[in-house]
């Protein structure tokens, strides 16, 4: 496929859309809990916010391409599970999110509920945050992990 002025046209497989937006919205809902194991009215705030901020204002920035660019369209569903778990050929960060959006909001339901989970889990320890934070830990350890470019297997596939 050649590359158009807005990018290549994408064609997100159905396993990836359905399951990276579940695994999306546990991912938030863990984040919320995370905070309402420290602060019930934040939790219930961070979930509103991110779910206005995800589904909202980053499923609007991935439908501004036109859907032709988007051999099925997904509505944007597509992009948003494409940005936390697809592969990096999935990810359309040069021409809709823009890097820098790509990391704010990474770390925006990643690195930032992990870091509080820690920090909750440090000054009142119970087994229920350390899980919160193992679990949001294995979110974005491999949301991040999907971003590193993949290593040819065998020197004949580097042409």
């Known amino acids: 496929m050649t590359e158009l002025k807005n990018g290549r046209p994408i064609f997100f497989p159905e396993n990836l859309v359905l399951f990276g937006n579940i695994a999306l919205f546990l ?51 597509g992009r948003l599970a494409a940005l936390y778990f697809g592969r990096r050929i999935f990810k359309d960060y040069k021409y809709n999110y823009k890097l820098p959006t790509a990391i704010f909001f990474t770390l925006y339901i990643g690195g930032f509920p992990a870091a509080f989970a820690l920090y909750s889990t440090i000054v009142d320890f119970s087994a229920i945050k350390a899980a919160v934070f193992v679990a949001l830990l294995v979110f974005t350890t491999y949301g991040a992990l999907t971003w590193r470019p993949r290593k040819p297997k065998n020197p004949k596939e580097e042409v």
């Open 27 to 77: 991912w938030i809902v863990l984040d919320s809990v995370a905070f309402m194991l420290y602060n019930f009215t934040t939790g219930i705030v961070f979930f509103i916010l991110t779910l206005i901020l995800i589904y909202g204002v980053l499923h609007l920035l991935g439908c501004l391409r036109p859907c032709y660019n988007c051999i099925k369209c997904t509505h944007g569903m």
